[in-house]
């Protein structure tokens, strides 16, 4: 069964530059590694607190 799309809490363990709406890394999820696109990123949060930073980032 395929999904049209999801909803997810990333986190980025490391990245070099930025990451904005439209980049397509591959997620790891338990044993299976997916190509997936993100079509836009909704909010920012702090790593440490989890509060809401920013809506509607642009990256």
Same mark, same amino acid.
């Given at each position: 069964?395929?999904?049209?799309?999801?909803?997810?809490?990333?986190?980025?363990?490391?990245?070099?530059?930025?990451?904005?709406?439209?980049?397509?890394?591959?997620? &790891?999820?338990?044993?299976?590694?997916?190509?997936?696109?993100?079509?836009?990123?909704?909010? /920012?949060? &702090?790593?440490?607190?989890? /509060? /809401?930073?920013? &809506?509607?980032? /642009?990256?």
């Amino acid at each position: 069964m395929e999904a049209a799309g999801f909803t997810a809490q990333v986190i980025i363990l490391s990245h070099t530059g930025q990451i904005s709406a439209g980049y397509a890394p591959v997620l &790891d999820g338990h044993t299976a590694h997916i190509a997936c696109k993100f079509a836009e990123l909704r909010e /920012k949060m &702090d790593r440490h607190s989890g /509060k /809401k930073l920013e &809506d509607g980032p /642009k990256f």
